[in-house]
């Protein structure tokens, strides 16, 4: 093969690669964001067992009955994906860790999976490792969205890879993570807009409304998750004098 050519088709492999086609997928009522050249991954597996989601301890970390033991419930830990901590007793909620909980548990909760493995069947606490695949219909037939994967295409965990896996899943979650934060999604979108103040904000004079709870001592912008239960307006300038400081998930004026 001449040079030209096999440089050409190099090329050629290198855009076919890259080229995914996004799709929207409506999991129950949960749109969330997969591609379509993803669902060949189901291909490689060879062995699974049928499993029922128990409960969902946090975005990498569930509980479920697999048929063949029958009432046993047990912990499994999602290779490849990391997602900041929401339970960890001796660590305060690491910021989007509830996000990253909600979307497993809007998605997992009492669902009926496929539990596939790799070469190592359990971590250092004995919890099974495993790769969840959730049924779709997508073109008339059932496909398989790997969980995984999927938490990390949507912005709600990293690709972990500390730990070796499946060469091949290991670089698409290292894709999926690029595209993630390419496009802001997720934890990515959020670390952009704590890092950004919006003009306006440092104009002398500037004194919006902000928002503290009753029992509190930060002050939030509107919309915080933090407002969920009590949500008290106020001027900027009159929380800083009664002592509230800004709070560090939704970064409000200072
Ligand atoms: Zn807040």
Redesign the pocket.
């Known amino acids: 093969m001449k040079k030209a050519t096999a440089i050409a088709l190099l090329l050629l492999l290198v855009i076919v690669s890259f080229a995914l086609t996004p799709l929207e997928l409506d999991l129950d009522g949960t749109k969330v964001l997969y591609f379509a050249e993803y669902f060949d991954l189901y291909n490689e597996v060879t062995a699974f067992d049928e499993a029922e989601i128990a409960w969902v301890t946090d975005g990498d970390t569930v509980n479920l009955i697999r048929s063949k033991t029958l009432k046993l419930i047990e912990p499994v830990r999602l290779i490849g994906l990391d997602t900041p901590e929401t339970v960890h007793p001796s660590k305060p909620v690491e910021e989007f860790g509830r996000e990253a909980s909600d979307f497993a548990k809007n998605l997992l909760n009492e669902k009926n999976v496929r539990l596939s493995y790799d070469w190592d069947p359990r971590d250092r606490y004995n919890r099974i490792l495993g790769y969840l695949w959730l049924p779709v219909e997508y073109s008339g037939e059932t496909r398989y969205v790997l969980f995984n994967l999927l938490a990390i295409i949507n912005g709600y965990g990293h690709a972990y890879t500390s730990f070796s896996f499946n060469e091949n899943y290991m670089q698409t979650f290292l894709e999926a993570e690029t595209y993630a934060r390419d496009n802001s999604l997720g934890l990515w979108g959020l670390q952009e807009a704590i890092i950004e103040t919006p003009v306006e904000e440092t104009k002398p004079g500037y004194d919006p409304t902000v928002f503290i709870t009753n029992t509190g001592t930060?002050y939030?912008?509107e919309g915080?998750?933090?407002?969920k239960d009590s949500k008290i307006a106020l001027r900027l300038s009159e929380a800083k004098r009664r002592g509230y400081t800004p709070?560090s998930?939704?970064n409000?004026p200072k």
């Open positions: 930060k939030h912008r915080c998750r933090y407002l709070c998930v939704c409000p």
